[in-house]
C-alpha cells in the first residue's frame, strides 16, 4: 500500500525559530492535510492543499503540495512554546471513500 | 472547523469485558466516519470506514467481530470492542468527513486500558 515518509521524526526548537518538515510519497495524492496532535488528544486540521504547487499559509503556518504530488512540507515560523506536539501529514487520494494515509509524525520538543 | 465529540475520553475495564466507543458529529452530518487506532509515539493507524445505513469497511488485519461498528445515523458512529483483552489497549480515535469534501475532523480520542 502507499507509504508516507515524513522527517525529520523529532526536532528540538527553541522559541523564536522557524521550524520546517516534510513528507513524502512513493506515488501521488490528489489532496495534502497537515494535522497537529496534543497529548492525549485527536489531531487538529492545520492546513488543507488541494493542488499541485498550491502554497497556503495559516497565521505562523506555511504548507505546500509538490507539483509531482508525491511530497509536502510544512513550515511554522517564529516558534511559540505552544508549537510543541506531533504533526502529522497525510495524503488523500480523493474518490476512495476518502481514507487518509498518515505519515510517521513528527515530534515538536522545546530546547532544554 | 466541524466539531466530533467522542465519549468517554478514558476508559479502563477487565479483560473479557465489551467497551463502546461513541463518535458524534455536533454541527454536521456525516455519512461517513472512520475509526483509527494509535499506539504510543505511532502513527495513527485506520481500522475500519464506517457507513450509515450499511456495514462497515475493515482494513486488512482488523476483526470484524472484534470491533463491531454501527453508524445508525448520520451523526453517530460507535465502536464496540468485544471481550477485550490486555493488548487491545491503545488511543482510540474517530474522525468524520463533512459532507463530500476532503477534510476530516477528528474526535478528541478514547484511551482503552484493559487489565
Known amino acids: 500500500g502507499q507509504q508516507l515518509n515524513q522527517s525529520p521524526q523529532s526536532m528540538f526548537i527553541q522559541e523564536g525559530e522557524d521550524v520546517s518538515m516534510n513528507c513524502t510519497s512513493s506515488?501521488?495524492?490528489?489532496?495534502w492535510l497537515w494535522y497537529k496532535q496534543d497529548p492525549g488528544e485527536g489531531p487538529v486540521l492545520l492546513i488543507a492543499l488541494y493542488k499541485a504547487g498550491e502554497l497556503t499559509s495559516n497565521g505562523r503556518l506555511t504548507a505546500q503540495f509538490g507539483i509531482t504530488r508525491k511530497d509536502s512540507f510544512l513550515n511554522i515560523s517564529a516558534s511559540i512554546p505552544s508549537d510543541v506536539g506531533i504533526y502529522f501529514c497525510?495524503?488523500?487520494?480523493?474518490?476512495?471513500?476518502?481514507?487518509?494515509?498518515f505519515g510517521g509524525g513528527t515530534r515538536v520538543l522545546v530546547k532544554p | 472547523g466541524a466539531v466530533v465529540s467522542q465519549h468517554p475520553s478514558r476508559v479502563i475495564c477487565k479483560s473479557g469485558t465489551s467497551v463502546k466507543i461513541e463518535c458524534r458529529s455536533l454541527d454536521f452530518q456525516a455519512t461517513t466516519m472512520f475509526w483509527y487506532r494509535q499506539f504510543p509515539k505511532q502513527s495513527l493507524m485506520l481500522m475500519a470506514t464506517?457507513?450509515?445505513?450499511?456495514?462497515?469497511?475493515?482494513e486488512q488485519g482488523v476483526e470484524k467481530d472484534k470491533f463491531l461498528i454501527n453508524h445508525a445515523s448520520l451523526t453517530l458512529s460507535t465502536l464496540t470492542v468485544t471481550s477485550a483483552h490486555p493488548e487491545d489497549s491503545s488511543f482510540y480515535i474517530c474522525?468524520?468527513?463533512?459532507?463530500?469534501?476532503?477534510?476530516?475532523?477528528f474526535g478528541s480520542g478514547t484511551q482503552l486500558s484493559v487489565l
Open positions: 497525510a495524503g488523500q487520494l480523493g474518490a476512495a471513500g476518502n481514507k487518509l494515509t
Open positions: 506515488s501521488i495524492f490528489n489532496t
Open positions: 474522525s468524520a468527513r463533512q459532507g463530500s469534501g476532503e477534510k476530516l475532523f
Open positions: 464506517s457507513n450509515e445505513g450499511s456495514k462497515a469497511t475493515y
